[in-house]
């Protein structure tokens, strides 16, 4: 029985092997797949002077018990919202960007056990400074309204309207891969193409460093500069070798 199972096996194999040898057309599969050209990356940036500061603040109280840290950095808050909005700040550019209210523990060596010794509360928006002039004023203005609870995280820098800017840094990226391509062309003795395919990276923005700003008494202005910012993007360029 075996025997025969086997034989069924091995002429079923001969007969497909057969089939295919005798095909007239038989089908052909390519199995390597090669980009042919030069292919380069350009860069190209453009300096901006910001017109946007966003500064990161907020709250942090802490008390025996959570209504009473809750309402210490509810008070605390809505007196530095008020400020901000005095200053010129618009409710839409506020933003609460956290709010967390958590224990506050520390070791018990009698009892060899965390205990529970308060609560504290933190509440953190981000506000849109567009009149950037205005923003060591803004600071300070906050500050004094928060007291103690303010905390001060940091401040960035951005340009409102970038298009320009963009459009000026992707002339000069896909200047940098024409360049580039141009080169290892003749170095490599061949005659260089038109590109066959183009791709720009995500644009992004270099920041200038952030300003961090601690409380301290009362102190003069607090003075900030947004100094310029570089706005960069990448192209890839595939370009085709003539035959």
């Given at each position: 029985m075996k025997k025969n199972w086997f034989l069924g096996i091995s002429l079923a194999l001969v007969l497909?092997?057969?089939?295919?040898?005798?095909?007239?057309?038989?089908?052909?599969?390519?199995?390597?797949?090669?980009?042919?050209?030069?292919?380069?990356?350009?860069?190209?940036?453009?300096?901006?002077?910001?017109?946007?500061?966003?500064?990161?603040?907020?709250?942090?109280?802490?008390?025996?018990?959570?209504?009473?840290?809750?309402?210490?950095?509810t008070e605390a808050m809505t007196k530095v919202m008020d400020s901000l909005i005095d200053n010129g700040v618009a409710e839409n550019d506020i933003q609460t960007q956290y709010f967390n209210i958590r224990q506050v523990t520390k070791w018990n060596r009698e009892r060899e056990e965390e205990v529970v010794i308060g609560y504290r509360v933190t509440n953190k928006v981000t506000a849109k400074i567009r009149d950037i002039d205005k923003a060591?004023?803004?600071?300070?203005?906050?500050?004094?309204?928060?007291?103690?609870?303010?905390?001060?995280?940091?401040i960035s820098f951005s340009v409102d309207e970038?298009?320009?800017?963009?459009?000026?840094?992707?002339?000069?990226?896909?200047?940098?891969?024409?360049?580039?391509?141009?080169?290892?062309?003749?170095?490599?003795?061949?005659?260089?193409?038109?590109?066959?395919?183009?791709?720009e990276g995500i644009p992004y923005p270099i920041y200038p460093r952030d300003y961090m700003y601690e409380t301290a008494g009362a102190v003069p202005e607090t003075p900030i500069s947004p100094g310029e910012m570089e706005l960069r993007l990448t192209v890839q360029v595939f370009y085709a070798i003539p035959g």
């Open positions: 497909a092997i057969v089939g295919l040898c005798g095909c007239a057309t038989p089908a052909q599969v390519n199995l390597v797949s090669q980009q042919e050209g030069i292919q380069v990356t350009g860069e190209g940036e453009a300096m901006a002077v910001p017109d946007i500061a966003t500064l990161r603040l907020g709250i942090a109280a802490q008390a025996a018990t959570v209504a009473e840290a809750q309402m210490q950095a060591g004023a803004i600071i300070d203005a906050v500050v004094e309204a928060g007291g103690d609870l303010t905390r001060i995280d940091g970038s298009t320009a800017y963009y459009e000026e840094a992707r002339q000069k990226a896909m200047a940098d891969a024409k360049v580039k391509a141009e080169q290892l062309a003749e170095l490599a003795g061949v005659t260089l193409g038109k590109p066959t395919y183009i791709s």
